[in-house]
Nanobody, 124 residues
Framework: QVQLVESGGGLVQAGGSLRLSCAAS????????MAWFRRAPGKEREFVGA????????VYADSVKGRFTISKDNAKNTVYLQMNSLKPDDTAVYYC?????????????????WGQGTQVTVSS
């Protein structure tokens, strides 16, 4: 059974940085795609970015491109989301998700495995 555990959320001022981690366990993830989504208050869950375990670069939503970076540590089965130049609009619960295909998708329904989420709050 796939388990995803996010950590690293918190409160940060606008312009600051945070790094989220997603520790994956339960399977061999070499053929998986890993994604980050977020859900802001009153809004639907939206795609932030994704990467495949075999890939070296991520795919990002336009709203975070140039500010957020996804990376991974294959030995630790951990995916990271480095968030820089944070804005109050980035305030949300951030979720890690996984799908057992090394192809990136950007919709919620394409990912059957989810973490519990971690809160990120950006103050102005």
């Amino acid at each position: 059974q796939v388990q995803l555990v996010e950590s690293g959320g918190g409160l940060v001022q606008a312009g600051g940085s945070l790094r989220l981690s997603c520790a994956a366990s339960g399977r061999a993830f070499s053929s998986y795609a890993m994604a980050w989504f977020r859900r802001a208050p009153g809004k639907e869950r939206e795609f932030v970015g994704a990467i495949t375990w075999q890939g070296s670069s991520g795919v990002y939503a336009d709203s975070v491109k140039g500010r957020f970076t996804i990376s991974k540590d294959n030995a630790k089965n951990t995916v990271y989301l480095q968030m820089n130049s944070l804005k109050p609009d980035d305030t949300a619960v951030y979720y890690c998700a996984a799908r057992m295909m090394p192809v990136i998708r950007t919709t919620v329904g394409d990912y059957p495995h989810w973490g519990q989420g971690t809160q990120v709050t950006v103050s102005s």
